[in-house]
């Protein structure tokens, strides 16, 4: 071994040498493995382990019974019941109603306002000691009592509500409310949707057979189940071949016309809720009463005594008052141009000289006065002059401009196409 190394030449001789020199080093001044692995436990895989948690750190200021371990009663008011009827019927005690309504204003205000229908729900322990109660508000919406250490506290317990689009339309073949109802609209859809075009159709007097409407409308989803209807999207009417388009402005809500121009006028087409209508605008009308042939410078509305009575448009009373030909009767001037005349009124709700808006309830459907029954005589004056309020051009509300305005084209012409494509699907369904 000796004669080999010696045989090798001086620079492996030199390389061998330092190499066992770093090894021997190695071995004599370098700590172990072991030495070097800090002295520490390491958990292994698949074996529990106790875990400290500071309870004091976790539990909450008020500590509240977990709820799924409750057992629930559920009751519907019946009529004439209260709050205190209630609980005794279902074996509740009447110092434990006292205890919840005096916590909280708002459980005295859900507890004193029942009505027959509305749902509760009883939430009781092991003990059958009342732990919480419901009270349904809406589909989404529900109130909660909750008895805490501290005494009851009041929540409202709210479900997500998700929106989609729904699509529908009709032909009027009786009457414009008939065919709303067949199409699937709500009482309040179609009271918006006869509010949106109030201003260019009067539902009382211009509706004919044949005329149609279709709508895109939202509604509420919650949980999978529809449990309501929202906005109306976009909508178009047409009433004797004249074709009017109404779409959302989703900035200030308001409807507007597929250019830009305010659905909104400065008069309604009639002031009150659409119903049946005694007789047209015409001037050489037979007078009920007197039998001659004198002037009709109006509409009769007919309708149910005590209907509210709208002001067409924002204006100054210029009187209010009573005489034997118009009874109760309302005078209002728009600006220096228009005067409506609302005649007949069972009440007057205005004085003169008042200040109204437009949709103000100014009045109530009566039978005062010379008439032979229950009606509403409406007039409508240009410069002093009777017009029939049914086609008097009417001055336009404000309409959108500028970027808003473009904006607003962008959105309504989406709208519009996604409503052709509804009523092509269910065309193509038929």
């Known amino acids: 071994m000796l ?11 030199i390389l061998i040498g330092l190499i066992s020199a770093v090894i021997v080093f190695s071995m004599i001044f370098l700590p172990s493995p072991s030495a070097l692995r800090k002295n520490e436990k390491h958990l292994e895989i698949g074996r529990h382990y106790p875990l400290s948690i500071n309870k004091e750190a976790l539990a909450p200021g008020e500590s509240i019974p977990p709820t799924a371990v409750l057992r629930w009663e559920r009751h519907i008011v019946k009529s004439g019941e209260s709050a205190a009827v209630l609980f005794q019927r279902i074996g509740l005690s009447s110092r434990l109603l ?17 009505k027959p229908g509305n749902k509760l729900v009883f939430g009781f322990n092991q003990e059958n000691k009342l732990i919480q109660l419901r009270r349904t508000i809406n589909p989404y919406e529900s109130f909660l009592i909750t008895r805490t250490p501290t005494g ?41 949707l006869a509010g949106i075009f109030g201003w260019d159709v009067d539902f009382a007097l211009d509706i004919r057979k044949g005329d149609q409407f279709r709508l ?42 597929e250019n830009g121009r ?48 709208w002001a067409a448009g924002d204006g100054v009373v210029i009187k209010s008052s009573y005489n034997q030909f118009n009874g109760n009767y309302v005078f209002i001037k728009h600006s220096n141009t228009y005067i409506t005349k609302y005649l007949h009124l069972k009440r007057r709700l205005v004085k003169t000289g008042q200040r109204v808006k437009q949709g103000q309830t100014i009045g109530q459907l009566g039978r005062t006065g010379r008439v032979t029954g229950a009606h ?43 409503m052709k494509h509804y009523s092509l699907v269910l065309t193509a369904k038929r």
């Open 152 to 192: 009851f506290k009041t929540s409202i317990d709210k479900k997500e509500i998700h929106y989609q689009y729904n699509y529908t339309e009709a032909t009027i073949v009786s009457n414009f409310w008939n065919a709303a109802k067949k199409a699937g609209l709500t009482g309040n859809q179609i009271m918006e």
């Open 98 to 114: 006292y205890e919840i309504t005096a916590s909280s204003v708002r459980a005295k205000q859900q507890l004193s306002r029942l």
């Open 376 to 418: 509403l005589h409406y007039e409508f004056l240009v410069h002093g002059v009777h017009k029939n309020p049914r086609t008097v051009k009417l001055p336009e509300s404000k309409s959108l401009a500028g970027s808003r305005k473009q904006t607003f084209l962008a959105s309504a012409k989406i709208k519009l196409a996604q």
């Open 216 to 257: 895109l409308y939202q509604e509420k989803v919650v949980e999978g189940e529809v449990v309501g209807k929202g906005n109306i999207i976009a909508a178009e009417f047409i009433n004797q071949g004249d074709t009017f388009k109404a779409i959302l402005d989703d900035t200030s809500g308001n409807y507007y016309d």
């Open 262 to 309: 305010a659905m909104k006028k400065a008069f309604l087409r009639a002031p009150l809720d659409f119903r049946r209508v005694s007789s047209n605008f015409n001037p050489r009308r037979l007078h009920p009463v007197t039998g001659r042939i004198r002037p009709h410078r109006g509409t009769d509305y007919v309708a149910p005594i005590g209907t509210p009575i």
């Open 3 to 13: 004669s080999i190394f010696a045989r090798l030449p001086l620079l492996h001789k």
